[in-house]
């Protein structure tokens, strides 16, 4: 009968030891996703932000597309420097000017292949 209650004593240990190692596990767990998740406020208004500055470059790509709309080189060398006027004040990003500023010089060479300005 002792044997039986050792054995039995000895499981229960067994299980307890296991039950509390799972449980600092889990405690260890949750800490690191509270970690992880602490900047999160900070991410997402980041991504608003981004959401933000992609729409106001959408929005100045669709006015430089007005460079096809242009009579005249000279018109559409107006509206090029209207547009990038807008996107300095803007402060876009370095890449997004440039972008912009690629994307209106080829739309300008389309349109008036003879001009000098858009190359």
Same mark, same amino acid.
């Given at each position: 009968?002792?044997?039986?209650?050792?054995?039995?004593?000895?499981?229960?240990?067994?299980?307890?030891?296991?039950k509390?190692?799972r449980?600092?596990?889990?405690?260890? $767990?949750?800490?690191?996703?509270?970690?992880?998740?602490?900047?999160?406020?900070?991410?997402?208004?980041?991504?608003?932000? =981004?959401?933000?500055?992609?729409?106001? $470059?959408?929005?100045?790509?669709?006015?430089?597309?007005?460079?096809?709309? $242009?009579?005249?080189?000279?018109?559409?060398?107006?509206?090029?420097?209207?547009?990038? =006027?807008?996107?300095t004040?803007?402060?876009?990003?370095?890449?997004?000017?440039?972008?912009?500023?690629?994307? =209106?010089?080829?739309? =300008?060479?389309?349109?008036?292949?003879?001009?000098?300005?858009?190359?």
């Amino acid at each position: 009968m002792n044997a039986s209650l050792n054995e039995s004593k000895r499981k229960m240990d067994a299980f307890n030891a296991e039950k509390y190692q799972r449980e600092v596990e889990n405690h260890k $767990a949750l800490l690191k996703i509270a970690d992880n998740t602490k900047g999160i406020n900070e991410l997402i208004s980041l991504v608003r932000q =981004g959401n933000d500055i992609n729409k106001e $470059a959408f929005a100045l790509l669709q006015e430089m597309q007005t460079i096809m709309t $242009a009579q005249s080189p000279e018109e559409a060398e107006t509206i090029f420097h209207e547009v990038m =006027g807008k996107a300095t004040q803007a402060k876009e990003n370095i890449d997004t000017l440039q972008s912009l500023i690629g994307y =209106g010089k080829m739309l =300008g060479k389309i349109i008036f292949p003879e001009s000098t300005f858009f190359d």
